[in-house]
């Protein structure tokens, strides 16, 4: 019998089982794959559909996550959980590449259509077969330029955290069920800088302040609440 979960697939959507995204791109490569081989072009659309349908009404509509969650996960157990947005983007691309390769298979242009299928099919087997996931990469890359063209990162409001006024600090944007923000944590504590935690799913306006797009995500400030860098 496997143990609790620590968050519930369904109803805890700001995390996910990092396992849940690779089975999902691995059904995706195998559809893509074979619509890039044989040019078929509901091989494109039926992956592209399920994304969009998944992406729109949940992941209870995502079919591929279904069986994860009701299959898999129950003998595995469940696996490191992560940030859901990053694989989200990485979705919300595949779906937009998949249609595009349906649209030009529809018109009669199969070469054309090969070439975002085959892309998908390559990216997404990547992804579920080392981890490697471009279009969370990127989403991560994106969310981060975001927040340092916004200025919002120059400096935080420390007294608004509970630090003592002149007192530097290791400010941690995390979540908690997130497993990566856990093991932030514990790197900071064992080289000796116990962070101060701001809970995003407690504190959203604190992370809609500073533009904080994805956890975990810390900062090293001065006694002024200055941002140093990123830790």
């Known amino acids: ?38 040019g078929l072009w509901w091989l494109y659309a039926l992956p592209a559909l399920q994304l969009t349908v998944g992406l729109a009404l949940g992941r209870r509509w995502c079919l591929p996550c279904v069986f994860y969650f ?49 892309a998908v099919a390559a990216l997404a087997l ?33 007294a608004e955290l509970g630090v003592p006024a002149g007192q530097p600090a290791v400010v941690q944007f995390t979540h908690p069920l997130c497993s990566d923000c856990h093991e932030l944590t514990r790197r900071l504590v064992a080289r000796g800088t116990p962070p101060v935690l701001v809970d995003v799913s407690r504190r959203a306006d604190l992370a809609r302040r500073y533009g904080v797009a994805v956890v975990p995500l810390a900062f090293e400030t001065d006694g002024a609440g200055r941002v140093l860098r990123a830790v």
């Open 1 to 38: 019998m496997s143990k609790a979960l620590t968050a519930d697939p369904y109803r805890d959507l700001a995390v996910v089982d990092a396992r849940a995204p690779r089975f999902n791109q691995a059904v995706v490569a195998a559809l893509a794959g074979l619509g890039a081989m044989t």
């Open 70 to 118: 009701q299959v898999i996960q129950p003998r595995l157990g469940e696996g490191p959980l992560e940030d859901s947005r990053p694989p989200r983007f990485a979705n919300q691309v595949g779906a937009v590449l998949l249609w595009s390769s349906t649209l030009a298979a529809l018109t009669g242009w199969p070469q054309l259509a090969r070439l975002p299928g085959t």
């Open 126 to 158: 990547l992804s579920a077969v080392t981890g490697l996931c471009l279009g969370c990469s990127l989403y991560r890359l994106g969310a981060g330029l975001r927040g340092v063209r916004s200025l919002r990162l120059c400096s935080i409001d420390l």
